[in-house]
Nanobody, 124 residues
Framework: QVQLVESGGGLVQAGGSLRLSCAAS????????MGWFRQAPGKEREFVSAINWSGTSTYYADSVKGRFTISRDNAQNTVSLQMNSLKFEDTAIYYC?????????????????WGQGTQVTVSS
């Protein structure tokens, strides 16, 4: 079993930066790809970014490409999301999730463990 705890959310002005972190428990972290999703009020949960088990491959939604960077530290069982040039439309609850696979998937059906989420609010 994997438990995920996100941190680092908050209120930031448009154009600013935030760094989200996700701490994972469990011995299987390094054999799992990891992802970040977000859900804005009244909208469906959407894929943001993912990283494979070794950190050598990453993938981003078009809406965040060039602004967000995902990374992981398998020694520390953490995955991070550096968010720069934040926009009002980035406002959402951000969720860390663990994949059942080594490599990246974007569909939620491949993710079996989820954190409780951290709120990111970008003021315009």
């Amino acid at each position: 079993q994997v438990q995920l705890v996100e941190s680092g959310g908050g209120l930031v002005q448009a154009g600013g930066s935030l760094r989200l972190s996700c701490a994972a428990s469990g011995r299987t972290f390094s054999s799992r790809a990891m992802g970040w999703f977000r859900q804005a009020p009244g909208k469906e949960r959407e894929f943001v970014s993912a990283i494979n088990w070794s950190g050598t491959s990453t993938y981003y939604a078009d809406s965040v490409k060039g602004r967000f960077t995902i990374s992981r530290d398998n020694a520390q069982n953490t995955v991070s999301l550096q968010m720069n040039s934040l926009k009002f439309e980035d406002t959402a609850i951000y969720y860390c999730a663990s994949l059942r696979t080594l490599e990246i998937r974007t569909d939620t059906k491949w993710y079996d463990y989820w954190g409780q989420g951290t709120q990111v609010t970008v003021s315009s």
